[in-house]
């Protein structure tokens, strides 16, 4: 065993991990974090998603230890001070049906808007690529990403316009 360090949603957190355990066993198990799941024992779907210094990655394919002094960021910590724009949305709009991939689209999307705060529908096909949705398909989801970036431009905009 050995103890790492990691910022688990903006807080520093210790915990003793075995070389072979993954980020995902880890968050679950020890740390007491529910939202990261695992899918397919892969790491193919995208239900353990999580962001690792801010990319989206899949947890169940990160060993623990490779984490030491990284900042994890899980669904809990998305919304710390409330639900983001994005999550909003995503609940006016009815996106998810049984929410089993939702914390994996919502980090993933959360990523891509952090790194490209207009993107392309194809950049959006491309960053939720790693997650599937069985029940809602992803059209709800890309249209509901695209809408909150454009929400978001026209309001930069407006700040702008006005300084």
Known sequence: ?????????GEVRRVAVAPNETLLDVLRGKLGIKTPKEGCGRG???ACTVLLDGRAVRSFLVLAIEVDGQAVTTLEG???????ALQK????NNV?????????????????LADKPQPTELE???ALSGTRCRCTGYEPIVTTVLAVAARAGRKSASRRARS
């Open 78 to 84: 998305v919304g710390r001070q409330g639900p983001t």
């Open 96 to 112: 998810f049906q049984c929410g089993f991939c939702a914390p994996g689209v919502v980090l993933s999307a959360s990523a891509l």
């Open 44 to 46: 193919d779907c995208g």
């Open 124 to 126: 959006v096909h491309e």
């Open 89 to 92: 949305a995503f609940v006016k």
């Open 1 to 9: 065993m050995k103890e790492i360090t990691l910022r688990l949603n």
